[in-house]
């Protein structure tokens, strides 16, 4: 079975200040890893994903992440943040990716940007 | 990119009434439909995985009498919350899977019920 932590459930941070939003993981088995922004009543958007490779993963909005296999983690990281990245932020894994596999979630990340 | 349809975006329904949730993959064929529930600041909650013209596949403790899910074609997928309760009221959110996608999953705009 795969479980995700995230670690913080609330990061709060200044306009234009870097942030890093954390996620551990395990499972027995290989995953897929990934992030999705979530904003007020809506879906989730994909910020990134790691299927294999360069464990540096850059995605949309200026996002990176990183994969640690050794510290099974996944952290997301932005070195400036924006006011419009107030949001919830979900780290998934899923044990077979693109073969569509279900998605585990972790509990969530609210950022917090403020001016 | 890969778009998701889900429709109504909120509705309001009275206690014991059904509602149907759609959920539409507009440029790809969704192999796989996941059906997700989403409590105020709270993580998504998988309620079920239906694959194209197969019965639903429900997580432990999902009633699959009260959750109807139906995947009959590559493009359409709805749930169907039968006689509704308050404690229904939700966010219920669809994702859909392709082996043709590239990778990855859609996620629909998410369905907002209030059952009053």
Known sequence: ???????????????????????????????????????PNQGLQLLLKYLSGSTLVKGINGFEAEFNKSQTSFHLRKPSVHISDTAEYFCAVSPLGMEGGKLIFGQGTELSVKP | ??????????????????????????????????????????????????????????????????FLINHASLTLSTLTVTSAHPEDSSFYICSASSRGQGGGYTFGSGTRLTVV
């Open chain 1, 1 to 39: 079975a795969q479980s995700v932590t995230q670690l913080d459930s609330q990061v709060p941070v200044f306009e234009e200040a870097p942030v890093e939003l954390r996620c551990n993981y395990s499972s027995s088995v290989s995953v897929y890893l990934f992030w999705y922004v979530q904003y």
């Open chain 2, 1 to 66: 990119g890969a778009v998701v349809s889900q429709h109504p975006s909120r509705v309001i329904c009275k206690s014991g009434t059904s509602v149907k949730i759609e959920c539409r993959s507009l440029d790809f064929q969704a192999t796989t439909m996941f059906w997700y529930r989403q409590f105020p600041k709270q993580s998504l909650m998988l309620m079920a995985t239906s694959n194209e013209g197969s019965k639903a596949t429900y997580e432990q403790g999902v009633e699959k009498d009260k």
